[in-house]
């Protein structure tokens, strides 16, 4: 039955940013579907955590703060989640911060703390899951990639450069671990109501102007992410590779 190719029961998912908003609502899609959960943050993730229990599946909780992490700290994150909970099929690199600030007085500071955990991180737990995956005969990893891995943006060059970035690193690793039966795909959120897009939605014109392009009339919500997600975290997947795809309330396609 098509249905069953979307089950994740028996697997292990890994997923950064899960204390709240879009990753949080990615890990319970992923326990509703059957998974057990690694959930990442560098702060508690209690109610994730409280949440898939209430689902009966396992969780580790991980601290772990992307921005001062090392490479050795990351392969110590896959060790410890293959350690914990037996293998890691999935994971979903979702941890993500934005600044913003004209081009003409960007700091470097806000350049490299962008690129370090949007970036950096995503491509050595990539790498560090993609080794432990490749030895299990195959895994799942779902990128979070944005409208600006398409558009250029405004005031937010560290957070555009990531994102396209995103986008080209999901292309190079699926190129590379399809003989693997590793999938590589990216998720593309458009206008989201999370912390990171408060500061435009706190603006009455910003916001205005942004939902007049958006076709559906409103900001997403971390509920419209979960399909895509176990899309992505199944079998139903298995032919796609490299794809960056938007569920975004139509704001491409305008």
Not at 14 to 21: E, H, I, R
Not at 156 to 185: D, F, H, M, Q
Request: aromatic residues 6%; charged residues 20%.
């Amino acid at each position: 039955m098509i249905l069953d190719s979307f089950r994740l029961d028996g697997r292990v998912a890994l997923v950064t940013g899960a204390a709240q908003g879009l990753g949080q609502g990615m890990a319970l899609a992923l326990a509703e579907a059957g998974a057990d959960i690694a959930a990442l943050d560098r702060g508690p993730c209690g109610g994730t955590c409280e949440a898939i229990s209430k689902l009966g599946r396992r969780y580790s909780e991980i601290r772990c703060d992307l921005r001062t992490a090392s490479v050795a700290d990351l392969q110590k994150v896959v060790a410890d989640v293959v350690a914990g909970m037996g293998r890691l099929d999935i994971l979903v690199n979702n941890a993500g911060i934005i600044r913003r600030a004209p081009a003409l007085e960007f700091s470097e500071a806000d350049w490299d703390d962008v690129l370090q955990i949007n970036l950096k991180a995503v491509f050595f737990l990539s790498q560090a899951a993609g080794k432990v995956m490749a030895a299990q005969g195959g895994g799942k990893i779902i990128n979070i990639a944005s409208m600006l891995s398409f558009q250029g943006g405004i005031i937010v060059p560290s957070y555009t450069a990531a994102k396209s970035g995103v986008a080209g690193i999901t292309r190079a690793l699926a190129n590379e671990w399809a003989k693997y039966n590793i999938n590589v795909n990216a998720i593309a959120p458009g206008y989201m109501a999370t912390d990171n897009t408060a500061a435009l939605r706190a603006d009455p014109s910003r916001s205005e102007a942004i939902l007049a392009r958006i076709p559906a009339g409103r900001w997403g919500t971390p509920d419209d992410l979960k399909g895509i997600v176990v899309l992505l975290a199944s079998s139903a997947s298995d032919y796609m590779h490299g794809s960056i795809v938007p569920v975004d309330g139509g704001w491409l396609a305008r």
